[in-house]
């Protein structure tokens, strides 16, 4: 999983006054939430409190690859990216 972190996405930090760690272990109830174009939701997968949100959006990520989808822009600073397949678009 770690080499399409690596390959497929290329990873921005930008220094900021603050930063947020959208993957930073916590013990509430996450949400991996993908959308097609329009926002509206397409699969919503639950997240326990204390889940490693890396791990789940990599393997979210490897499944999508695995698929067929293409990476087309990412924002993971924000948790964001953005995949296309020959007919559709979908923003994760």
Do not use: N, Y
């Not at 999983?1 to 996405?9: K, T």
């Not at 393997?59 to 007919?87: H, K, M, N, P, Y």
Request: charge should be neutral.
């Amino acid at each position: 999983m770690d080499a399409i972190w690596q390959s497929s996405v290329r990873w921005r930090m930008s220094r900021r006054r603050s930063q947020f760690d959208h993957f930073a272990q916590t013990q509430q109830t996450h949400w991996l939430v993908i959308r097609d174009m329009f926002h509206a939701v397409i699969e919503c997968t639950e997240l326990p409190p204390g889940a490693d949100l890396k791990a789940a959006l990599l393997t979210l990520l490897d499944r999508l690859v695995r698929e067929g989808w293409t990476i087309e822009s990412d924002q993971l600073e924000f948790a964001t990216t953005f995949w296309s397949r020959l007919d559709q678009i979908r923003r994760q």
